[in-house]
């Protein structure tokens, strides 16, 4: 009886095309890969249970060989190898295998394995939620914006403060004029007249030459700003869109891409274009990386990867170009960008990495030569951000500062911007975006060969541009001279590593360094006492401006030619004053910009966002003349009219 038993099961498995055999080699193969069958049984019966265990199983160790393979999400393949639920799925899966009778056919193991595999990922976007900066910062916008728009008092309150920021904006950024114009004049004013009205305006503009200003204007010389000017006169009216009314033009912008490209030791392949700015140059940086990632790789949607301290104009491009930007940690002494976390963000999306020389915040370089070692291995494009450091990294090793190699002498760096604007001391405009080679810098351009109004092609965003910036940045770069850039970097670099030493050393109270000062940026903060209100008191007592970080709250000082030569003893002497100040009367201090910015430290984000809004909006109001200026706009229509 038992014998015929057998032999019915037996004829079972031949007919289900499986034997004994395979079913004991499939027990003891450990795959969990090898579909599983779901009999016709209750929903909710243990067979049915344990095969749809498998099928999970089955996902997850997919999904976990997928993002091993690619290296992606590399905190969850480090949970899952250590993993007790995927231990235990996997006993599960291999003991339904040697008893389950039947198998469930290959279209229900899909359907199951996909909806596996879509869960795991829901799971993953709800761990990275959940784990990622600024949780409560972000619930707490969500909240406050909701309760704002529904709930009348809160929408009372939100628009009581908003008015109140907006007036202590109007009241520090609207400064009164002897006359306003938001209207043609009737007749057309003599030139007499135009240029008393510019000294008038621009009596008061002259903090910048006193040395206490954090970067903005990066030198004071008279001579280099007469050059420029005078050069200025001659281009005028030229523009680089039109090469054949301007050859000389053409021939100078080819110059200073060329004598930019050598300061960073490119060589002859290497090549790249005038641009209007930092902000620019990596607009194209990364729209170049997009397109190739397009055309070579087929990636549709491209990430690159940046630390949290690279410039904003990357978050601009990745809004621009619908890019990802992946941020990741530095680290929390030196500021330099967490390598780590470099390698476990790469994916077979990403398309660059990103390295500063030095970031704007903190002024620490990245190490550009193990982000180009990743950049090699992965066949990837690796961009180095110098606008800050622009003439002073490319002529430090020059000025005895000497630095761990950082441009086209590394393999595998792609790209690098720079801006002649700041320590090349050009007109402010002008920035050099720079390739390794011609075939990279063609995903720049622009071109449109079916427009009716004929072949329309640019080489970077604007079409027509000032011609003039062009020949002004070639004339002061001849009249600097490569010494004369070495000269510079000395004073200014030197002047930036005293001031470091000094508050490493302890000579102001309370007050420590942040980063690494690599080349002329000084961050700093303080444990103890509210940084922004220190910044406040050194504008307001000492008229310093200095630039104010966030994330941590720091403050730091771009040392300048003019601070370097006029201001550098007194800046220690007037931080430590200030910080005396603050000590003594805290809430004295904490308005303007430091009320600015530590309401912006409390509020969330999306209301941050509107406040900018209206920041703008301010920007763009013009000062509306009293009855006295207009008056005086009234007889100068008389003196017109009797003029005609």
């Not at 190898?81 to 003991?95: H, K, M």
Request: neutral net charge; charged residues 20%.
């Amino acid at each position: 009886m038992s014998h015929q038993k057998s032999e019915e099961v037996s004829k079972t498995s031949r007919r289900d095309g499986h034997t004994s055999d395979d079913r004991e080699s499939a027990a003891t193969s450990g795959l969990s890969l090898v579909p599983i069958s779901l009999p016709l049984e209750p929903v909710f019966s243990r067979r049915r249970m344990l095969n749809v265990a498998g099928a999970l199983a089955n996902s997850l160790v997919v999904f976990y060989a997928t993002n091993k393979l690619f290296g992606r999400h590399q905190k969850l393949v480090q949970a899952l190898e250590s993993s007790f639920f995927v231990r235990t799925a996997r006993e599960l899966f291999e003991r339904l295998i040697a008893r389950a009778p039947k198998r469930l056919d290959t279209f229900d193991c899909a359907l199951l394995s996909l909806a596996a595999l879509i869960l795991c990922r829901r799971l993953f976007r709800l761990y990275t939620y959940l784990t990622g900066p600024k949780l409560a910062d972000r619930f707490m916008g969500s909240a406050v914006k909701f309760l704002s728009r529904f709930v009348p008092a809160v929408r009372k309150e939100v628009e009581k403060k908003n008015r109140e920021a907006v007036a202590d904006m109007e009241k520090s950024l609207v400064q009164p004029t002897e006359q306003s114009f938001v209207e043609l004049p009737p007749q057309g004013m003599k030139s007499e007249e135009v240029m008393r009205l510019i000294d008038s305006r621009t009596a008061g503009e002259t903090a910048w030459k006193g040395g206490k200003v954090s970067g903005a204007v990066y030198h004071c010389e008279e001579s280099l700003m007469k050059v420029a000017a005078d050069v200025n006169a001659k281009y005028l009216l030229s523009n680089p869109l039109h090469p054949d009314l301007f050859p000389s033009l053409r021939q100078m912008e080819a110059e200073v891409v060329a004598m930019v490209v050598s300061l960073f030791n490119g060589d002859s392949d290497c090549c790249g274009s005038v641009t209007s700015g930092g902000t620019e140059s990596i607009l194209l940086a990364m729209k170049s990386y997009r397109e190739w990632g397009r055309v070579v790789k087929g990636i549709e949607k491209p990430e690159v990867i940046a630390s949290v301290c690279v410039h904003a104009a990357f978050d601009k491009a990745a809004d621009y170009f619908g890019m990802k930007l992946i941020k990741v940690a530095i680290d929390p002494v030196t500021s330099e960008i967490d390598l780590k976390q470099v390698r476990a963000a790469l994916s077979c999306n990403t398309v660059a990495l990103v390295g500063s020389c030095p970031h704007f915040p903190h002024g620490t370089i990245d190490p550009i030569e193990e982000l180009a070692e990743i950049a090699r291995r992965h066949q990837l494009g690796l961009h180095v951000d110098a606008c800050l450091g622009s003439f002073l990294v490319s002529t430090m090793d020059a000025a005895g500062f000497p630095l761990p190699p950082f441009d086209f002498r590394v393999p595998g760096v792609t790209s690098i911007s720079c801006d002649p604007h700041k320590y090349g001391f050009a007109p402010k405009g002008t920035s050099v975006l720079m390739f390794r080679d011609a075939g990279l810098r063609t995903f720049q351009f622009f071109t449109c060969p079916e427009w009716t109004g004929g072949i329309y092609a640019s080489p970077t965003i604007a079409g027509s541009r000032p011609g003039a910036l062009v020949a002004s940045t070639w004339a002061v770069m001849l009249s600097m001279g490569y010494k004369g850039y070495v000269n510079s970097c000395k004073t200014i670099v030197a002047c930036a590593r005293r001031i470091a030493e000094r508050i490493s050393a302890g000579d102001v109270p309370g007050i420590r360094l942040v980063g690494r000062p690599d080349v002329s940026v000084v961050a700093f903060t303080s444990d103890a006492l509210p940084i922004y209100a220190i910044s406040e008191a050194m504008s307001k007592k000492f008229h310093w401006h200095l630039n104010s970080l966030q994330s941590p709250n720091a403050v730091h000082l771009c040392v300048t030619l003019a601070v370097a030569q006029k201001s550098e003893m007194a800046f220690i002497e007037n931080l430590r004053e200030s910080v005396a100040l603050v000590a003594a009367n805290p809430r004295e201090w904490v308005t303007g910009g430091a009320a600015i910015y530590g309401m912006a430290q409390g509020v969330p984000q999306e209301l941050v966002s509107d406040l900018i809004g209206q920041y703008f909006t301010v920007l763009y109001t013009p000062f509306v003349a009293g009855e006295k200026e207009k008056e005086g706009a009234e007889a100068l229509e008389g003196r017109a009219r009797e003029a005609k």
